[in-house]
Antibody, heavy 120, light 111 residues
């Protein structure tokens, strides 16, 4: 079955960087757009970015554009989120998510999440 | 597109009906199939969200038929009939008509 496992979260100081990874299995990874979504404690869910199956197309929400970069390695079934210039308000649980169908925008499959804490 | 849910929280008795509302700031109708790009999720503490409903009213496989979605224009409703204890969660609507995909602020459902 579909499995998504995030890693790479942790404690980082404001202005610092982290790279999150998401290991995918149970489906043909390269066939699917993939997204990163975060859950800010006490607030809600925020979709951050998607990348097409080939990696040629990416899109970001304004709040992270220019600071975060999504990428993928289809040979390893890995999705990445490079996060630079981290801010306190980026503190959240970060999920990778796969849509129901390849290019869709509703998310049937989610990882368990990785916690990122930005604090001095 | 701004998604606004109401109420922020509600308490419903076991066996009763819960109704959660969501409004989109603009039309989210896909022209190719005339369907609305609206999904509902359930999130329990410490867990990722679970997809309940997509295309505003299509129930995801495995979701109990107590859960249903409806729509009228830019107004959307999630209805949970015969409320069970395991339904305690935060519920989110999400539009996937256009990027950035956006979620409502969430509705906390309690018994």
């Amino acid at each position: 079955q579909v499995q998504l496992v995030e890693s790479g979260g942790g404690l980082v100081k404001p202005g610092g960087s982290l790279r999150l990874s998401c290991a995918a299995s149970g489906f043909t990874f390269s066939d699917f757009y993939m997204s990163w979504i975060r859950h800010i404690p006490g607030k809600g869910l925020e979709w951050l970015s998607f990348i097409s199956g080939s990696g040629a197309t990416t899109h970001y929400v304004d709040s992270v554009r220019g600071r975060f970069s999504i990428s993928r390695d289809n040979s390893k079934n890995l999705l990445y989120l490079q996060m630079d210039g981290l801010r306190v308000e980026d503190t959240a649980v970060y999920y990778c998510a796969r849509p129901r169908v390849s290019g869709g925008g509703n998310f049937r499959h989610w990882g368990q999440g990785t916690l990122v804490v930005v604090s001095s | 597109i701004v998604m606004t849910q109401s109420p922020d929280s509600l308490a419903v008795s076991l066996g009763e009906r819960a109704t959660i509302n969501c409004k989109s700031s603009q039309s989210i109708v896909y022209s190719y199939n005339n369907k609305k790009g609206l999904a509902w999720y359930q999130q329990k503490p410490g867990q990722p969200p679970t997809l309940l409903i997509y295309w505003a009213s299509t129930r995801e496989s495995g979701v109990p038929d107590r859960f249903s979605g409806s729509e009228s224009g830019t107004d959307f409703t999630l209805t949970i009939n015969n409320l069970q204890a395991e339904d305690v969660a935060v519920y989110y609507c999400q539009q996937y008509y256009t990027t950035p995909y956006t979620f409502g602020q969430g509705t906390k459902l309690e018994i």
